[in-house]
C-alpha cells in the first residue's frame, strides 16, 4: 500500500533490522523481545520497543516534509523515531544490565552502520540521540534506553 508518508514502511524495516540485529544479544541464552510499539503483554526480561516512548499514547514520530529546492517534486520528509530498550534482572547488580541495554544499542547501531537506508526505504536512518536511566526496584536494578532514529527520506506519491 502506498502513502503519503514513508513512516510507516520505514518502522516496519527499522522493526525488521532491530529484530535481526538482537537475534544474537542473548550471551547467556536468553531472548530479546522486540516489540512494533506498545505491548501490554511484555513477558522477557529485556524489551526493545520500536516506536514507543514509554509513555502510552504519548507521539513516538513526528514528521516534516519540506519541498526539495525549486522542484515541485519530490518533497523531502525528515523523522524521528524514538524508542526504548529496557534490561531487568533479579539480582542486585546495576552494571549487568547498564551494560546489557548499552549492548543491545550497540548492536542496533552497528545494523544501522551496515544498512542506514533500512533495505532502500529510506534516504539514511542514524542514531541520534539516547537518554539513559536505571532504578533499583524491589525486584532488582533496572536500566533504560530511550533512543532516537532520525531518519531522512523522499515522500511517496499517492498513486
Known amino acids: 500500500m502506498r502513502s503519503v508518508s ?36 511484555v513477558t522477557d526480561p529485556d524489551v526493545v520497543a520500536i516506536g514507543f516512548t514509554g509513555t502510552p499514547g504519548e507521539a513516538a ?23 526504548l530498550a529496557s534490561s531487568w ?34 534516504a539514511r536512518a542514524q542514531l541520534r540521540s539516547e537518554a539513559f536511566a536505571q532504578e533499583q526496584t524491589n525486584k532488582g536494578p533496572v536500566a533504560t534506553v530511550q533512543f532516537v532514529i532520525a531518519v531522512d527520506a523522499f515522500t511517496k506519491r499517492r498513486t
Open 6 to 41: 514513508n513512516v510507516p514502511a520505514a518502522l516496519d524495516a527499522l522493526v525488521s533490522l532491530v529484530r535481526t540485529a538482537l537475534s544474537t544479544a542473548g550471551q547467556d541464552g536468553s531472548q530479546v523481545q522486540v516489540l512494533d510499539g506498545q505491548n501490554v503483554s
Open 61 to 83: 514520530i513526528e514528521s516534516t516534509r519540506t519541498r526539495e529546492q525549486m522542484t515541485t517534486d519530490p518533497s523531502r520528509e525528515a523523522f524521528e523515531i524514538t524508542s
Open 89 to 122: 534482572r533479579g539480582d542486585d547488580d546495576p552494571k549487568q544490565v547498564r551494560d546489557r541495554v548499552y549492548h543491545f544499542i550497540d548492536l542496533i547501531e552497528d545494523e544501522l552502520q551496515r544498512d542506514p537506508t533500512l533495505g532502500g526505504v529510506v
